[in-house]
């Protein structure tokens, strides 16, 4: 008897348990349902009938702070600030390039950076100034995008993963809330699911997409968007292009044959941007500069400002890369492209 009363005990608690996982089931695929409907809402409504200040809600862009990125703070300033107690002695400079290289600045700009703090230093000088008035000057002046009036074409290039889509997406939206229309071309035609992902954000960001199936001419592409873009008279048409990186010849050889089609479509390449993660560090950059060598990169995109990078990480691409940071990618949603400011971001490398 009490055999059956254990066993039967047993089987109640295994219900139980079977019950209480297929309830938390359920509510995992309801969540994924309600995350999909979301990333899909573009497709219940005509993005070109939705008026950019009615979507301003939807995309939630808050610009407070943080336009020089995301980053952790360093607090570079205290510790640069406690190394000169005594004085600029030898052993202090070699000291201060540790701190740099420590906060990711890569060698090249750790170097700059002390030389430069150097030729200005006079005893008892404020040293964080200094810095911070050199980091300023490497960084030059904040430049947003260029464009003219007429259709401005923005090619934007980048390995895969660094955040291509994703950053197309939120300059897309960034730019329909400014009030211009905004088409896509899918010339990645290479990548699987490229062109879906695509679609989702240019709905999302209330654009109009050019695509044709996987596997086309990325430049045919290119040709059908320029029209199809001035036919709608676009302001601007933003162009992704495939991520792989082989060998740089292929990747020269496409790029440049997608600005000649675009310029024998009557239009002009204002800007090529280049997309880099912040946290594939100092390897990311010297992968990036293929496509610097390959293409007239104008300006870079740094994304995942947000993950665990330092932010030396942005000194060393200014520096190894030599051009301007137009944009900070600060998460994943589509308000969170900001313009980059050059004294935001030294103000948090600094401070503590
Ligand atoms: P692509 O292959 O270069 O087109 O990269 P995707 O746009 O698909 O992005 C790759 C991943 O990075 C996705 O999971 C994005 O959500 C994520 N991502 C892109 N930009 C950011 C960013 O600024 N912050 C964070 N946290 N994630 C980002």
Redesign the pocket.
């Known amino acids: 008897m009490g055999w059956y009363i254990l066993i039967f005990g047993l089987l109640s608690v295994l219900l139980v348990f079977a019950g209480v996982a297929a309830l938390g089931k359920r509510k995992r695929e309801l969540g994924d349902m309600e995350r999909t409907m979301h990333m899909g809402e573009g497709h219940t409504h005509d993005p070109a009938l939705a008026h950019p200040a009615a979507q301003k809600h939807e995309t939630g862009i808050k610009e407070t702070g943080a336009s020089g990125g995301v980053f952790r703070k360093e607090g570079l300033g205290a510790k640069v600030k406690h190394l000169f107690h005594g004085g600029g002695r030898t052993d202090t400079w070699s000291g201060l390039e540790d701190l740099l290289l420590k906060a990711d600045l890569g060698p090249k700009a750790a170097t700059d950076l002390v030389n430069r703090v150097k030729a200005d230093y006079k005893g008892g000088a404020n040293v964080e100034e200094l810095v911070h008035r050199e980091i300023l000057e490497m960084l030059g002046p904040d430049e947003p995008l260029h464009l003219n009036d007429g259709l401005n074409v923005v090619l934007v290039v ?1 390995v ?8 197309i997406g939120k300059l897309a939206s960034r730019l329909s809330l400014e009030g211009k229309n905004v088409s896509l071309a899918a010339s990645d035609t290479f990548r699987a699911a490229a062109g879906e ?1 695509l679609e989702i954000w240019a709905k999302r960001a209330g654009a109009h997409l050019v695509a044709q199936e996987r596997g086309a001419d990325p430049g045919a592409v290119a040709f059908d968007a320029v029209k199809a873009a001035e036919a709608r008279g676009s302001d601007v048409l933003i162009v992704d292009t495939a ?1 792989r990186l082989h060998t740089k010849a292929p990747l020269m050889d496409e790029l440049g044959k997608i600005k000649r089609v675009i310029e024998k479509a009557g239009a002009q390449v204002m800007e090529t941007l280049l ?1 880099l993660d912040a946290q594939t560090g100092q390897n990311g950059i010297a992968q990036a500069r293929a496509f610097t060598d390959a293409a007239e990169v104008t300006g870079v995109v740094l ?5 665990s990078a330092k932010g030396g990480v942005l000194l060393a691409v200014r520096e190894e890369l030599g051009v301007p940071i137009r944009f900070v ?4 949603a589509l308000g ?1 492209l900001r313009p980059f400011e050059a004294a935001g971001f030294a103000d948090r490398l600094l401070s503590g």
């Open positions: 980048g895969n993963g660094a955040g291509k889509t994703t950053t992902q991520g997309v994304t995942k400002t947000d993950g990618g600060v998460g994943e969170d």
